[in-house]
């Protein structure tokens, strides 16, 4: 069982930077890999960011690269998004979830946050 939990969320103006972070509590933290998901306005949930439970393995979604950047601090027990340079269509919900490797060779995140809301205007 583990608890996420967002935080940094808010209205920030277009080109302007933010920083998300999702703390964890109730299970070993840094045995999860650990993403960012979120939902844009007329969008489904989509995949932002994910990184391994070392920190050495990153991947991030084609959209957002060289603007967002995901970090893991196991000692914290706390995963960063980096936002820079925002655009108003990174306007989301965004989520911390905390997976494991499945089967097929992907990612089944078990726990998932509350969310917090990420406002950009132009």
């Known amino acids: 069982q583990v608890q996420l939990v967002e935080s940094g969320g808010g209205l920030v103006q277009a080109g302007g930077s933010l920083r998300l972070s999702c703390a964890a509590s109730g299970d070993t933290f840094s045995t999860y890999v650990m993403g960012w998901f979120r939902r844009a306005p007329g969008k489904e949930r989509e995949f932002v960011a994910r990184?391994?439970?070392?920190?050495?393995?990153?991947y991030t979604l084609a959209s957002v690269k060289g603007r967002f950047t995901i970090s893991r601090d196991n000692a914290k027990n706390t995963v960063y998004l980096q936002m820079n340079n925002v655009k108003p269509e990174d306007t989301a919900v965004y989520y911390c979830?905390?997976?494991?490797?499945?089967?097929?060779?992907?990612?089944?995140?078990?726990?998932w946050g509350q969310g917090t809301q990420v406002t950009v205007s132009s």
């Open positions: 979830a905390a997976g494991r490797l499945n089967s097929g060779g992907g990612y089944f995140y078990n726990y």
């Open positions: 990184i391994s439970w070392s920190g050495a393995g990153i």
